[in-house]
């Protein structure tokens, strides 16, 4: 039966993982045989497969809001239980789509990770300056655009700043605020 609620949020959560994830296993075969076990004929699962694939990639790239989404099921051919359950599957997994589109999305690496210490150099025979360094390292994950990948590859980027290079890398960093300040007003 293509109205049970607990099968047809099994199918949407198959569909998000296919359209989002692209696990491929997920498919009308996968569902007739995995989710309704023969309840439902090969037409109603693939016409309701179709609907809410639409559906569901509509909300997602666009970023909908329950209302709107609301108004979404309200035009479709779906069932009032159908609705119900597809609109409360959005409410829970809308922020998860939309992390996702988001991840899949970003073609830059990104930080993630900022470590730092501080080292003392001290005189030699050799060479009399002493004084603190500061010892940065950045963490960048490239973006992932693999399905099931939880453990992108990171690259480290680690370098050492005297006092004066300091002040001028943070003289930067207030300008890159200040900028964003004034454009996020």
């Known amino acids: 039966m293509v109205d049970n609620a607990k099968k047809f949020h099994a199918m949407l959560t198959g569909i998000i993982r296919r359209v989002y994830y692209n696990e491929q296993d997920f498919t009308v075969p996968f569902f007739m045989e995995n989710v309704f076990g023969g309840d439902a ?3 109603d699962v693939t016409s309701l497969h179709e609907t809410c694939t639409t559906i569901l990639t509509k909300c997602g ?12 099921l309200g035009r479709s051919h779906l069932s009032e239980i159908q609705k119900e359950v597809l609109l409360h599957f959005w409410v829970n997994n809308k922020a998860k789509v939309h992390d996702r589109i988001s991840t899949l999305s970003n073609m830059n690496n990104s930080l ?25 390292q950045l963490k960048l994950q490239e973006p992932s655009h693999k399905a099931g990948e939880e453990d992108p590859s990171l690259q480290s980027v680690c370098f050492e700043m005297d006092r004066g290079q300091l002040d001028m890398v943070l003289l930067q960093i207030n300008s890159i605020n200040e900028a964003i300040t004034e454009y996020t007003k």
Request: aromatic share 4%; proline share 8%; hydrophobic share 35%.
């Open 112 to 136: 993630h990770s900022f470590d730092w210490r501080i080292d003392m150099k001290m005189a030699s025979k050799s060479d009399q300056e002493t004084g603190a360094t500061a010892i940065v």
């Open 61 to 72: 790239e666009l970023d909908l809001p329950p209302p709107k989404v609301e108004e979404v």
């Open 41 to 43: 004929s090969e037409e």
